[in-house]
């Protein structure tokens, strides 16, 4: 299982990711209060915080893990193309994962 470290949301798109304590979290609205909360495959973005801190070390960088403007920022587990179709569990929350979430322009920005 793994273990919940972050939550970030965006009220519309390309704004500032905001941190939060806690959220709701339902199939109907993925997260609630963000701009991708609506029936789909994409409505949650998870990032592994393993998987954050090596890509953050090959680039040179100590970027914030918002920058990569992902939902949910867990520990204890890491994703690959093999992870597609798995079921992952954080807390009493079940997501299916669908695909992997290709880096934006907005990374880019912060990081030329």
């Known amino acids: 299982m793994a273990t919940l470290v972050g939550i970030a949301l965006r009220n519309k798109p390309k704004a500032v990711m905001l941190e ?3 959220l709701d979290v339902t199939p109907e609205r993925g997260i609630e209060g963000d ?3 609506r029936p789909g495959k994409r409505q949650v973005t998870v990032l592994s915080l393993q998987s954050w801190q ?3 070390a090959e680039v040179n960088a100590d970027l914030h893990w918002t920058t ?3 939902n949910l920022l867990v ?3 890491t994703f690959g193309p093999e992870s597609v ?3 992952i569990h954080i807390g009493e929350l ?4 669908t695909r992997e979430t290709d880096p934006c322009r907005r990374m880019d920005q ?3």
């Open 20 to 22: 939060s304590r806690g």
């Open 35 to 37: 701009c991708r909360g």
């Open 54 to 56: 090596a890509a953050c």
């Open 68 to 70: 990569r403007r992902a």
């Open 75 to 77: 520990e204890g587990l």
């Open 85 to 87: 179709g798995k079921v």
């Open 94 to 97: 079940q997501l299916l994962i």
């Open 110 to 112: 912060a990081h030329p």
